[in-house]
């Protein structure tokens, strides 16, 4: 993961989130309204037409070097018409372009769309527009009449049992959320210091994203990787490729059983947020058991603002609703929850994504 980055403060994010925000709204009223509606609808295809990108993988062929349509075509295994066309669709949004030679090249935005970008959108992009996620979203009036998540109904099983029996899209969702996860951790070591802490656990940790960033930024510290046996068995190579593999200690399990014990700090990023209340309040009390008096539980969440401005985790609250009776939370409710595991909230400290850091030490 690339240590260069230029991450802004928090404070700077908010005020071109906020400048950002007027510029849509500008852009939205210069429209009559059933104009500035159907683009918003029309949303869809563009994502579509971004999950076909990388599901052909046309920026990884696209990466060494500008291809005439013909040769791009035959190395994607496409309809050279066809796909002259969803370039045609994609290069209007900025992503790809076409030289003035007719050769089809990369832009900034299509750049994310190689799978091995620094922050690679590849694996979100074919997630997003899986058939089967599609289906979910197709299904949304179901839960806002209900109140329920609508994938256990459509497939008999809650979302991570469906995503143990489904090998592939599983893949698809590992891949997504590591390569969405990279610019997140880069953004929450800028904005919240884990220089105090010596022995980091990363409970529901993936294969490793976010601790492997806070141990790069942290040398002094050692790290405890812990989730599913099968979903830890995938981290190595991204611990190695980070060069902390023999800083951290890899542990399978659920949390819904134990967690480790002799942390320092405990990070739960996008954990609390997958469940509901009596959920979300057990595994916070296994954590609670876990850690010692003097630990300090971080909670990465997208901690919903008061403002009715766009934001990420309003659009992530109704994906939580969909796929596992999850949601996202205000300030109060992590309060709230915290509390009720034995935690006292001391701060949330925002970052420069749409995540903040939740603190909390034992009562």
């Known amino acids: 993961m690339p240590r260069d980055v230029k991450i802004p403060p928090a404070k700077v994010a908010r005020i071109v989130e906020r400048f950002r925000h007027h510029l849509y709204r500008l852009h939205q009223r210069s429209a009559p309204a059933a104009a500035a509606m159907f683009e918003m609808i029309t949303g869809a295809w563009v994502a579509q037409a971004i999950q076909a990108a990388a599901e052909l993988g046309i920026a990884d062929v696209l990466a060494d070097d500008p291809l005439p349509l013909d ?12 796909l002259r066309r969803l370039m045609r669709a ?13 050769r089809y090249d990369l832009t900034a935005l299509a ?3 190689r799978s091995d970008a620094p922050f690679s959108m590849h694996g979100y992009a074919r997630l997003i527009g899986s058939p089967q996620h599609r289906e979910h979203w197709s299904l ?11 994938l256990p109904q459509l497939r008999g099983k809650d979302a991570f049992d469906y995503l143990r029996d489904e090998p592939e899209l599983a893949k698809l969702f590992n891949d997504a959320m590591t390569g969405a996860d990279g610019l997140v951790a880069v953004a929450v070591v800028a904005g919240y210091s884990f220089g105090p802490y010596r022995t980091i656990v990363d409970v529901g940790g993936g294969r490793g994203g976010l601790l492997s960033t806070i ?5 002094n510290a050692r790290g405890v990787l812990y989730d599913l046996p099968e979903v830890v068995a995938g981290a190595s190579a991204l611990l190695r490729q ?10 399978g399990g659920s ?14 990023k996008n954990v609390v947020h997958d469940w509901p209340d009596g959920q979300a309040v057990a595994i916070l ?63 949330v400290v925002q970052t420069a994504a749409p995540y903040s850091v939740v603190e909390a030490t034992p009562v």
């Open 215 to 219: 141990l790069a930024a942290t040398p």
């Open 90 to 102: 994609l290069i209007s949004r900025g992503i790809f372009r076409q030289r003035r030679d007719g």
């Open 285 to 347: 009390r296994n954590v609670r058991v876990a850690a010692g008096a003097d630990a300090t539980v971080l909670l990465v969440e997208a901690v919903l603002p008061e403002h009715d401005r766009d934001f990420a985790g309003k659009w992530v609250d109704l994906e939580m609703l969909l796929e596992a009776n999850g949601r996202e939370r205000d300030a109060a409710e992590y309060r709230d929850l915290l509390g009720q595991a034995g935690f006292r909230m001391t701060r």
């Open 111 to 113: 750049e994310t769309l």
């Open 242 to 251: 980070q060069g902390v593999e023999d800083r951290v200690r890899v542990e």
């Open 140 to 150: 949304l009036v179901e839960s806002v009449k209900s109140g329920k998540a609508i």
């Open 71 to 82: 040769d791009l075509a035959d190395r994607v295994g496409a309809d050279p018409d066809a």
């Open 255 to 268: 949390f819904f059983d134990s967690v480790p014990s002799g942390g320092d700090a405990y990070v739960l």
